[in-house]
């Protein structure tokens, strides 16, 4: 036999190289998928965390992390509705010795640069907001993003502790509010302070049609 014989074929070299390829990229695959799951429910549960502290905070109670979830069980009911423009409406009820002292309602969109999701309380009546907690927001830092900003001079989140809904919520730029039903606009972020406006009227919306027909 022939030393070009004992060779191995260039096609058999090309095969190699390509099981070799295959072999890589599977392991290289499964370790992402691996990874990525491992931190989708790392995020997951941050932010439904986060959700429950939100909730607990524009209604009243305490929001601190320990003991978050018994606080939250013991204090908090949960019903889901069909909501506008086919995304479910969930409502969060709240309880204290029996008495309801408020709703919670979630709302999540598209603001100038990117999501908007924020938590809402109401009054037992629905006649004022109790509360404003920001879940995230994509907004230009130092422009729409303050809207999670809270300091001793600011704290756009206050607003929103005593608002009257009734006439529905408006803002009002560059001057303090006017009248109980106005928030002072975020400084140069209209599109965001839009749409919060729109979120928090468009929940009390579907919070006073469940309300009038009995399903709170």
Known sequence: ??????????????LKMVLVLVAVIVVSVGALEAAYFSTLQTITQNQARKVQQGVLSVLGFDS?????????EKNISTKEFPGAKGKPFTVWTGKKDG????YAARMRGGAFQGIVDIVIGYAPDLNQT???????????????GEMTTC???????????QLSTVPRVEFIK?????????FKA???ATFSSTAIRNFVNEALDQL???QAAGKL
């Open 1 to 14: 036999m022939s030393e070009t014989e004992n060779k191995p074929s260039w096609q058999a070299k090309a």
């Open 174 to 182: 560059y001057r303090d509010p006017e009248k109980p039903n106005q």
């Open 64 to 72: 601190g992390l320990e003991g978050l979830s018994a606080r939250f």
């Open 208 to 210: 006073r049609a469940l």
């Open 151 to 161: 300091r001793p001079d600011y704290c756009f989140k206050k607003e929103f502790d």
């Open 99 to 102: 008495k309801t002292v408020g």
């Open 130 to 144: 109790t509360g404003l907690e920001v879940i995230e927001t994509g907004e230009t830092p130092g422009l729409g």
């Open 186 to 188: 975020i400084t140069g």
